[in-house]
């Protein structure tokens, strides 16, 4: 077993508080902007939950994009550069 360097854990908790932030943000402000909207401008639907969904979605859609970026970065990374090779 090899021993963990500490610049890759830091790396690694690192780039988990991003994935928490890009998704947990959207969600809250979507909560907060959703109780503002309530007390504002009461109609016959809830702003909160309307908006605590599209947050939530918001959220969702950016760590997916930000997986699937990464996951291109990572196979170009592990494929070769020379066309040549079949």
């Not at 402000?29 to 909160?48: A, E, I, V």
Request: net charge positive.
């Amino acid at each position: 077993m090899g021993k963990w360097d500490k610049e890759d854990i830091f790396r690694g908790i690192s780039i988990l508080w991003d994935l928490a932030w890009i998704t947990v943000m959207p969600i809250l402000l979507g909560l907060f902007l959703g109780q503002y909207l309530d007390c504002r401008y009461p109609l016959g639907f809830s702003w909160t939950l309307s908006c605590l969904v599209l947050g939530a979605m918001l959220g969702f859609y950016n760590l997916y994009d930000f997986l699937m970026k990464e996951s291109r970065k990572i196979n170009r990374k592990n494929t070769p550069h020379d066309k040549n090779i079949h």
